[in-house]
């Protein structure tokens, strides 16, 4: 069985960090191209950060640009997401999801598997 597990989110202050994990099974790593979105209540859901298969090609959305990491490690068949300077506006659900073939995308359709999710609140 396919599966995406999120962790790592929870409560910080503004200007603090987080680092969220994306931990696969069912499938390994090395197929399958990364991506980190996160959905606040009312909005749509969000390109964050992506990474290819490989790990030598990155990619971040505008609101997370300067300001987050993106890693994996595919002997442990997990990615990263490390955010630091978090804002109050950061606070959402995070997924990681895979795509198959294709690449990095933004689109959140383009994706075949997503996590359940692990929550951020940025808040003082």
Do not use: H
Not at 53 to 65: A, C, E, N, P, W
Not at 95 to 120: F, H, L, N, P
């Amino acid at each position: 069985q396919l599966q995406l597990v999120e962790s790592g989110g929870g409560s910080v202050q503004p200007g603090g960090s987080l680092r969220l994990t994306c931990a696969a099974s069912g499938f390994t790593l090395d197929d399958i191209d990364i991506g980190w979105f996160r959905q606040a209540p009312g909005k749509e859901r969000e390109f964050v950060a992506g990474i290819n298969r490989s790990g030598g090609i990155t990619y971040f959305g505008d609101s997370v640009k300067g300001r987050s990491t993106i890693s994996r490690d595919n002997a442990k068949n997990t990615v990263y997401l490390q955010m630091s300077s978090l804002k109050p506006e950061d606070a959402a659900v995070y997924y990681c999801a895979a795509r198959k073939y294709g690449g990095i995308t933004t689109t959140v359709d383009e994706y075949d598997y997503w996590g359940q999710g692990t929550q951020v609140t940025v808040s003082s």
